[in-house]
């Protein structure tokens, strides 16, 4: 199979797209030689196909990087030119962003603005670690005058790392810039069904001067590449973004091998509250954001919504127009919000969760049916009359579908924004801050947002509680996931025993 080939998007024209597997900084086949179709989610479209790797291509992947973190990578690459590394890349993803934009909308089907926004976050993501690379610091500890004490922040080794398709390039940039700052190597397996992105970046960190075998990524399977990955005895830390149930399955098999360290960022059904006393149309305007932001398909969407008595009516007509006013239609028109759904199947099963909700008396308020007649576009929409128990409100949908209740009192919401089994993010709206302060600390969620959502910065960690993940992504919190920490003890004086 070409290991590349000439594609063409509305907003950059023709260029030049890899295919293959990123091995050791070379372009190559899988062993087996297989291929999978990459699809429009806008159009059905195939758009190419890539190379699949298997298991034994991820043997191979594994030695390479096994190879470079042993060699100068580690003994005698400094902390600084890690970080002039890093920044070099930063420096090219701004000088391709419109490419690798329109490589996103291309193969997600995110609107274009939006892709711009993740390409940016991408770039600054990657200078922000290249800035941490020389400042990763142990201590000096004080036991007695007659030892010196300290410890020393230690690379990992060689680091499995999955991305989800919904953010491809932002979630390989917030798992592959701590990663390469703190002296690992890495190899990285794209989601199916968004490769391309990655790929590209890929050739750009070769660019950016990165040494053979220190960033490996290849494309594959989930359920063959993913599975090898997590198995794998010379492996020694994985890191997984994606669903729950999958998250569960990884971490079995890190356990059954080498007992690999694992972090992971799973799922989430975010509370979004909203107080009698909230500016009601900025509430709004954050609600709409919070969970039609990526077309739905985002772990912390503000899924289910509780509105105060108070202002509930007025709420969900004022909820209603807006959700209508967004536009949904073809990724590559400025003006659009909401794009596709990123496959078949993400629709079918978006679809199964709206019919649910019929099913066990929810009132759609809005939306519910298939938007267009081509491509996988589902019309924003508005679930009320919802309880507690119904599947719409307790199980993570992933797409453009919110369910909104009504609450009398504080505590009540904070009982119903605790009642999941996730604890990825939550919000508050309200103008006391008094009550803002007070509710956030007692919402079991890894972030909270207070009179906006989804604002996230590569500064501030990222995870949850509960179900909703181990560990935290971005600030300085990620660093710690990709180091060991060493305790070294000197004696100076005393007794020999």
Not at 421 to 443: D, F, K, M, P, Q
Request: glycine share 10%; with cysteine.
């Amino acid at each position: 199979m070409p290991l590349f080939a000439q594609l063409k998007t509305p907003l950059t024209g023709e260029y030049t797209q890899p295919t293959g597997l990123f091995i050791n900084n070379e372009w190559v086949e899988g062993v087996d030689k297989k291929t999978f179709d990459v699809i429009n989610p806008a159009t059905e479209e195939v758009i190419t196909q890539v190379c699949e790797a298997t298991e034994k291509d991820v043997d191979i992947a594994v030695a390479a990087a096994r190879k470079a973190f042993n060699g100068p990578w580690r003994t005698s690459t400094t902390p600084l030119q890690r970080g002039v590394y890093l920044t070099k890349l930063a420096d090219l993803l701004e000088k391709n962003l419109d490419l690798l934009a329109a490589v996103e909308s291309l193969d997600n089907g995110k609107s274009i603005t939006m892709a711009r926004g993740d390409v940016t976050a991408v770039a600054n993501c990657i200078r922000y670690y290249g800035g941490w690379a020389d400042k990763i610091e142990g201590k000096t500890i004080d036991i007695n005058p007659e030892s010196f004490h300290y410890t020393r922040h230690e690379p990992v080794g060689v680091c499995g790392q999955i991305i989800p398709w919904n953010f491809p390039l932002l979630m390989l940039a917030w798992k592959v810039g701590p990663a390469l700052a703190t002296g690992n190597t890495v190899v990285l397996k794209s989601a199916e069904q968004t490769p391309l992105s990655a790929l590209l970046f890929a050739g750009l960190a070769k660019e950016a001067g990165f040494p053979p075998g220190v960033l490996n990524i290849i494309s594959g399977l989930g359920r063959i590449a993913g599975a090898a990955m997590s198995a794998h005895m010379d492996i020694d830390k994985i890191a997984f973004t994606g669903s729950t149930a999958v998250g569960r399955t990884i971490m079995k098999a890190a356990a059954a091998s080498n007992l690999k360290k694992v972090t992971l960022e799973l799922g989430g059904k975010s509370p979004n509250i909203v107080f009698d006393d909230a500016d009601i149309e900025q509430a709004i305007s954050w609600v709409n954001f919070g969970i039609y932001f990526n077309h739905g398909q985002c772990c912390c969407a503000g899924s289910r919504v509780y509105v105060q008595e108070g202002i509930y009516d007025k709420f969900i007509e004022a909820f209603k127009k807006r959700a209508l006013a967004n536009n949904v239609g073809d990724p590559f028109d400025e003006n659009t919000f909401q794009g596709p759904q990123v496959s078949k199947m993400q629709y079918d099963r978006i679809m199964g969760y709206i019919e649910e909700g019929k099913k066990e008396g929810a009132t759609v308020a809005v939306g519910g049916e298939r938007h267009g007649d081509k491509g996988y576009f589902i019309k924003p929409t508005i679930f009320t009359d919802v309880t507690s128990k119904m599947k719409i409100m307790q199980e993570e949908i992933f797409g453009p579908v919110v369910a909104v209740a009504k609450f009398k009192t504080e505590e009540e919401v904070i009982a119903m924004g605790n009642d999941s089994a996730y604890g990825l993010a939550a919000a508050v709206h309200t103008t006391n801050i008094t009550t803002a302060i007070r509710v956030s600390n007692e919402l079991r969620a890894g972030t909270v947002w207070v009179n906006s959502y989804n604002l996230l910065s590569h500064a501030l960690p990222f995870g949850g509680f509960g179900e909703s993940g181990i560990g935290r992504e971005l600030g300085e919190e990620a660093l710690y996931n990709y180091t060991e920490t060493k305790s070294v003890s000197i004696r100076l004086a005393g007794p020999i025993f």
